[in-house]
């Protein structure tokens, strides 16, 4: 069974930038999409953007555009999001999550990453 | 881009059955069959309930099931029981991005 294994909780500064990795483990990245998701504290999910990595093609929420890259490494079955400019609204659980089939549903969820944006 | 509409909170006893509805427009509700509902528990990763509006994964309790009417999606909880409160989103896939309700708090009384 695949399962999303994400890095650890990041503190950075305003302005700054955050990369996060998710790595499939178990499995391959095959050919379902990577997405990425944040919840900020005591709120609800938002959907940033996802990835095809077969095919290395992104797209992303339009909230975030210009400030968000997501990235997939194949070879290590690893996706990424860098997300630059960062705010202290930026202070978030971020999540992957895989979508398999083209429902758009997110059937695997990475353990999420507390990214906290702070002076 | 707009976040879907779902009531703030529901609640409900043991037994009751509740509906949390979900509002969109039709470009994402009403114009796809891509609706989705996730469970959070607190402090944890959300769980897909319900996909292609009415669809549930394997293993997912038939206590749960979904519908859609025009722009309105609704998910149904039967025979509530104690470990389903939590929050629930629902959620809207395009083809192009994917959408958000803002949450619903589920308390079971």
């Known amino acids: 069974q695949v399962q999303l294994v994400q890095s650890g909780a990041e503190v950075k500064k305003p302005g700054s930038s955050v990369k996060v990795s998710c790595k499939a483990s178990?499995?391959?990245?095959?050919?379902?999409?990577i997405n990425w998701v944040r919840q900020s504290p005591g709120q609800g999910l938002e959907w940033m953007g996802g990835?095809?990595?077969?095919?290395?093609?992104?797209n992303y929420a339009e909230k975030f555009q210009g400030r968000v890259m997501i990235t997939a490494d194949k070879s290590t079955s690893t996706a990424y999001m860098e997300l630059s400019s960062l705010r202290s609204e930026d202070t978030a659980v971020y999540y992957c999550?895989?979508?398999?089939?083209?429902?758009?549903?997110?059937?695997?969820w990475g353990q999420g990453t507390m990214v906290t944006v702070s002076s | 881009q707009s976040a879907l509409t779902q009531p703030a909170s529901v609640s409900g006893s043991p037994g009751q059955s509740i509906t949390i509805s979900c509002t969109g427009t039709?470009?994402?509700?009403?114009?796809?069959?891509?609706v989705s509902w996730y469970q959070q528990h607190p402090g944890k990763a959300p769980k897909v309930m319900i996909y292609?509006?009415?669809n549930r994964p394997s293993g997912v309790s038939n206590r749960f099931s979904g519908s859609k009417s025009g722009n309105t999606a609704s998910l149904t909880i039967s025979g509530l029981q104690a470990e389903d409160e939590a929050d629930y989103y629902c959620?809207?896939?395009?083809?192009?991005?994917?959408?958000f309700g803002g949450g619903t708090k589920l308390t079971v009384l």
């Open positions: 039709s470009s994402d509700v009403g114009g796809y069959k891509f």
């Open positions: 990835i095809i990595p077969i095919i290395g093609i992104a």
């Open positions: 178990g499995g391959t990245f095959s050919s379902y999409t």
């Open positions: 999550a895989r979508v398999v089939t083209g429902d758009g549903a997110f059937d695997i």
């Open positions: 959620s809207s896939y395009t083809s192009s991005y994917t959408v």
């Open positions: 292609e509006v009415t």
